[in-house]
């Protein structure tokens, strides 16, 4: 492999791990976005969905056309538990956003101990099998893998956007980001508006939950790195853009993975940091976030 | 009445608190390497149960208090505390080179004895007169496994991954002064950081410099299958070198693309005719569902048998089981101890210790002896 196969190889690699970042960073963005939250707990829910995954793969042996939807459903239970049992009655007492950080950070650590407890500290990973064979010679960062990373990662993106843009609900909860008290006013369920949000959220993560099962694996104590990466992934991409979230995550993908043509892995999150600030210093809104 | 009561069940309580022997336990429990300490655990409480069932510590129950370091210098900080102050240990358990600088001025403050089967960096050498390693420095070994990866293996072209820790950055500069000694060609010089999981950009470009052989510096086992998995996948068909950590039974998870994995480690055969390498391994097979017990099981429990024989010679003289006193004991009782898992030979002067080396490799998911080095 010559220099610019490397290059080449490393971007491709770049761009399949991006798609799994913005996977994770879509639910966050979306909460932040429409729900004023930093939903610091979607760590944990993407953790339970892996887990969930994982067991219905491992434990019960069954297929994974049974097992993604469990992992779908594990979410979304998860999301709508957290929504109800701290969010709403912290916002029904009028609790400041600091507060429900707070709050949502101490659901991090529930998820985190509870899944230590249920699954042991050591983490789960599944074998991606051929899934994961270069499909030629020169081009060793795509596989089958990365084309079901990249490709379902656009798919998904695409399907949200049209359903933000389309659907009754996802015009619903546009509106309530854009102006929630007009929104009351006019009549809409603002609560149930975030509900289904949460949910939505939620059930978001199970597709970056798969992907990373079957290549890094996850365990109990990455919850909070996991979020961190939704959170300067959603930062980057602005707030209130899906497109943000997909652009911010692969950016931040291709950075880290390039940066190694030149530098050793270990200086990955100084150069991608660095790369960060100079990038906020000239847009503080994000790549597509609206100026305040 | 009920104030009588009161006070006869706390002076019985009392009275069998002081007829325990407490052994602290600070190891990573959770974690990346947490894996790796409930295994050592369970060599450990091997022993503690052995001992008990034979009568104790001179007929003082044996008591191992846990404590989750999770490998990391703050909580092992905040356990080394909680296990002085709250349980009252004074001889603890403990490993990891992060953790040991960090709590090795304690106990010295404190006059508390640490014992480890685990630091295999030398930058613990000479820690604190307070503390004696049972594990050999890895960087005193890594000249003779890369001589061996070369006259043996045919490894002409060397790549290293240094992660970014005291043990791997020692490790990672010994590999590459030893391998220069030997004439051989560096190919490539990565490092990564302890909390990474995805090393495909880092293996691509590894892979592009065409090594024969990848030495690994983590003593992270989850880490270490991550990287062999990853560069399997990438296609990579040569050997990956290492040390003792890579005998953890999270390497057998990734079957086949363990294989060719080549590790030092100290000479504990448990297939070996030792009679007391063989004893630990029925016994521990017949406690822990028929698994058969790695170098990390074998040393922990020889740990605790160790504390013993140091603890037992104290109450026979008639001396209090103390911090001080055990480190004096220690010195006069156990300068060579033939363990289960080899012969043990200390060097009191810098707490560091000597044992015969082998090299093991993965094969057919089992780790096999394939070399005796010194």
Same mark, same amino acid.
């Given at each position: ?292 | ?58 007929? *003082? ?39 040991? &600088? ?10 508390? +004895? ?16 307070? +503390?004696?390693?049972?594990?050999? +420095? ?112 999270? &390497? ?23 009679? *007391? ?28 048998? &160790? ?22 004991? +220690? ?44």
């Amino acid at each position: 492999m010559d220099n610019a196969q490397l290059l080449l190889n490393l971007a491709l690699e770049g761009i399949a791990t991006g798609s799994i970042y913005a996977l994770v960073a879509i639910g966050f963005s979306l909460l932040w976005w429409l729900g004023d939250l930093v939903h610091l707990a979607h760590g944990g829910v993407l953790l339970a969905s892996g887990y969930g995954m994982f067991y219905v793969l491992s434990a019960l042996g069954w297929p994974i056309w049974i097992a993604f939807p469990a992992g779908i459903a594990v979410a979304i239970v998860a999301g709508f538990a957290i929504d109800r049992l701290i969010y709403l009655p912290m916002l029904a007492r009028g609790s400041s956003e600091m507060a429900l950080l707070t709050a949502s950070l101490g659901a991090l650590i529930v998820f985190e101990y509870a899944l230590t407890l249920l699954f042991g500290p050591e983490g789960v990973t599944l074998d991606a099998g051929t899934l994961r064979t270069p499909l030629t010679p020169e081009l060793l960062a795509v596989d089958r893998y990365a084309v079901i990373a990249v490709g379902g990662t656009l798919l998904l993106f695409g399907g949200v956007t049209l359903f933000m843009r389309l659907s009754a609900t996802g015009k619903a909860m546009r509106a309530v980001a854009e102006n929630r008290e007009l929104a009351r006013v006019l009549g809409m369920d603002t609560r149930a508006v975030y509900r289904k949000t949460s949910m939505l959220a939620a059930g978001l993560v199970a597709p970056a939950s798969i992907l990373l099962l079957h290549s890094t694996g996850m365990a109990p104590h990455e919850s909070l790195h996991i979020v961190l990466v939704a959170a300067v992934i959603a930062i980057l991409g602005g707030r209130g853009s899906i497109l943000g979230a997909l652009v911010g995550g692969l950016f931040i993908g291709l950075v880290e993975s390039v940066m190694q043509w030149q530098f050793a892995a270990g200086w990955r999150q100084l150069v991608t940091f660095s790369v960060l600030y100079v990038l906020l210093l000239i847009r503080p809104q994000g790549l597509f976030g609206a100026k305040a | 009445m009920r104030l009588l009561g009161a006070i006869v069940v706390a002076l019985a309580s009392a009275v069998a608190q002081a007829q325990e022997a407490k052994l602290g336990f600070l190891m990573p429990l959770t974690g990346g390497p947490g894996k790796m300490g409930n295994m050592m655990m369970e060599g450990a409480t091997l022993a503690v149960e052995e001992i008990n069932g034979a009568g104790g510590v001179a007929g *003082r129950k044996l008591v191992l208090v846990p404590e989750d370091s999770q490998g990391l210098a703050k909580p092992g900080v905040d356990g080394i505390r909680k296990l002085m102050d709250v349980d009252k240990v004074d001889t603890i358990i403990t490993g990891y080179t992060a953790v040991v &600088m960090a709590v090795a001025p304690i106990a010295e403050q404190n006059k508390v +004895f640490l014992l480890s089967g685990s630091t295999a960096s030398s930058a613990v050498r000479g820690a604190s007169p307070f +503390f004696q390693n049972a594990w050999p +420095f890895e960087e005193d070994q890594v000249g003779m496994m890369l001589g061996y990866a070369k006259n043996r293996l045919n490894v002409r072209r060397l790549a290293v991954m240094t992660v970014v820790s005291d043990l791997g950055s020692s490790l990672g500069a010994a590999v590459k002064k030893e391998w220069a000694a030997l004439g051989g060609a560096l190919a490539a010089d990565e490092t990564h950081q302890q909390t990474e999981a995805n090393f495909r950009a880092t293996m691509l470009k590894v892979l592009a410099a065409k090594p024969d052989a990848i030495y690994l510096t983590t003593s992270n086992d989850k880490q270490a299958s991550q990287i062999v998995r990853q560069a399997r996948e990438l296609g990579y068909k040569g050997v990956f070198l290492s040390f003792g950590a890579l005998e953890a039974p999270e &390497m057998l998870t990734i079957g086949k693309q363990a294989d060719g994995c080549y590790f030092t480690s100290a000479a504990y055969d448990p297939a070996g005719d030792n009679p *007391r390498t063989k004893h630990f391994v029925e016994a521990f097979k017949k406690r822990f569902d028929g698994r058969t017990p790695n170098i990390h099981h074998a040393n922990h429990y020889d740990l605790v048998q &160790m504390y013993k024989v140091a603890a037992e010679a104290l109450i026979k003289q008639g001396k209090p089981v103390n911090g001080a006193n055990m480190r004096e004991s +220690f010195r006069a009782n156990l300068a060579q101890y033939p363990g289960a898992g080899g012969l043990f030979r200390f060097n009191f002067a810098d707490g560091s210790a000597r044992r015969s080396v082998i090299v093991k490799t993965i094969s057919d998911g089992k780790f096999v002896k394939v070399a005796d080095l010194e």
